[in-house]
């Protein structure tokens, strides 16, 4: 079966940095996705990482450890626009190359 | 260009009635891909379309559900003799195959359907 975990809520301070952890135990693994979605909105691509190790993109970062099942998505100089929820999904080896989504960890940020 | 777009928006039923939802892909994108969203769960893979292929439709929950795909860009996931466990959020994610497992997703902002 497949199975991911991430924390259902979080809550961090505008300006901080948050990790959002996520652990996976799939079948099979091509690749770990996060997503941000906002209240009632579509979820929308932040990052990709295949390889071990840190895919940084402006104030969000990536990090990969394919060999202990885990990832983190690291939100900087927090602002309040980053209040929403951010999916973990694997990329599993089927033919339909779906993505298997985590819950999904609801951030809120605080003034 | 546009995303991918979905209609409704928002669909109230009655238990029993059927039900059809839409989803346009972005134009060029041949990998058409539909999930559902239920209260605190994650979103759950229910069918995808690649090109002229034959549907993958491992996900689909039971027999009720359907989905076709009509001239490789539109599709209509369709839900007969709807029960209240349906009531969900109904996403369409459409995606341009030949990136390997980089391929990326892309979503529309979902059908919200509730039954009473």
């Known amino acids: 079966g497949q199975n991911i975990d991430q924390p259902t809520e979080m809550t961090a301070t505008e300006g901080a940095i948050v990790q959002i952890n996520c652990t996976y135990q799939?079948?099979?693994?091509?690749?770990l996705f996060w997503y941000q979605q906002h209240a009632g909105e579509a979820p929308t691509f932040l990052s990709y990482?295949?390889?071990?190790g840190l895919e940084e993109k402006g104030r969000f970062s990536s990090f990969l450890s394919r060999s202990k099942g885990y990832s983190y998505l690291l939100l900087k100089e927090l602002q309040m626009k980053d209040s929403a929820s951010y999916l973990c999904?694997?990329?599993?080896?089927?033919?339909?190359?779906?993505?298997?989504f985590g819950t999904g960890t609801r951030l809120t940020v605080i003034p | 260009g546009a995303g991918v777009s979905q209609s409704p928006s928002n669909k109230v039923t009655e238990k029993g009635k059927d039900v059809e939802l839409r989803c346009d892909p972005i134009?060029?994108?041949?990998?058409l891909y539909w999930y559902r969203q239920s209260l605190g769960q994650g979103l759950e893979f229910l069918i995808y379309?690649?090109?002229?292929?034959?549907?993958?439709k491992s996900g689909l929950p039971s027999d009720r559900f359907s989905a076709e795909r009509t001239g490789g860009s539109v599709s209509t996931l369709t839900i007969q003799r709807t029960q209240q466990e349906d009531s969900a959020v109904y996403l369409c994610?459409?995606?341009?195959?030949?990136?390997?497992?980089?391929?990326?997703?892309?979503f529309g902002p979902g059908t919200r359907l509730l039954v009473l």
């Open positions: 994610a459409s995606s341009s195959p030949g990136q390997g497992a980089r391929e990326t997703q892309y």
């Open positions: 134009s060029g994108h041949t990998a």
């Open positions: 799939t079948s099979g693994f091509n690749g």
């Open positions: 990482n295949v390889l071990d």
């Open positions: 379309f690649q090109g002229n292929s034959a549907p993958d």
């Open positions: 999904a694997v990329r599993l080896l089927t033919g339909a190359n779906n993505l298997f």
